[in-house]
């Protein structure tokens, strides 16, 4: 907190009158960029009427998102060091990613596109493919990001839909 106040120009008396705690900065902190960062993505793919499109784009984005900042990788690994009602939160926030994906699963199930494994299964095999990048990324190699991102869309939809030979 020393260390904040000072790149601030503020006492740390002052930092603790806007934040509390540590536990309360980062929480703060996490949530901020989730506004900022998450749920613009998340707003966006909801729009979009083709599941497929919906899944490819947020998979898309997220993983660019997740590897534009190594404080990604803070806020995937200390979610746990926050109280409960802010964990809670923010895991909310995160929620209605997998269930974007999750819907979206359904959609091309029912329409006998889509493999039939469990779609909560899929959901989290997608959504957590995106999370365990924030442990290897080099955010040093920025250009490779794009990449990254297709890659991983292209695998995740290779492996959940059918091909044209597959389909009835």
């Avoid at 929480?27 to 989730?34: C, E, K, S, T, W």
């Avoid at 899929?122 to 957590?128: C, K, V």
């Amino acid at each position: 907190m020393s260390m904040i106040a000072r790149a601030l120009r503020m006492s740390k008396a002052n930092l603790y009158y806007y934040c509390s705690s540590k536990e309360n900065l980062l929480y703060q902190i996490h949530l901020d960029d989730l506004q900022r960062r998450f749920i613009p993505i998340l707003d966006e793919a909801e729009k979009l009427p083709d599941p497929k499109d919906r899944i490819a784009f947020f998979l898309q984005k997220f993983t660019l998102m997740c590897t534009s900042s190594p404080a990604s990788r803070v806020f995937v690994h200390e979610i746990r060091s926050l109280k409960k009602d802010h964990q809670n939160e923010i895991k909310s926030i995160w929620r209605r990613g997998y269930e974007l994906v999750r819907g979206a699963i359904v959609e091309l199930q029912q329409s006998g596109k889509a493999r039939k494994f469990r779609e909560s299964f899929l959901s989290f095999l997608g959504t957590g493919m995106v999370f365990w990048i924030v442990y290897w990324w080099d955010y040093d190699r920025q250009a490779n990001a794009q990449e990254l991102s297709d890659s991983l869309v292209q695998i995740f939809l290779k492996g959940l839909l059918y091909s044209a030979n597959e389909q009835n």
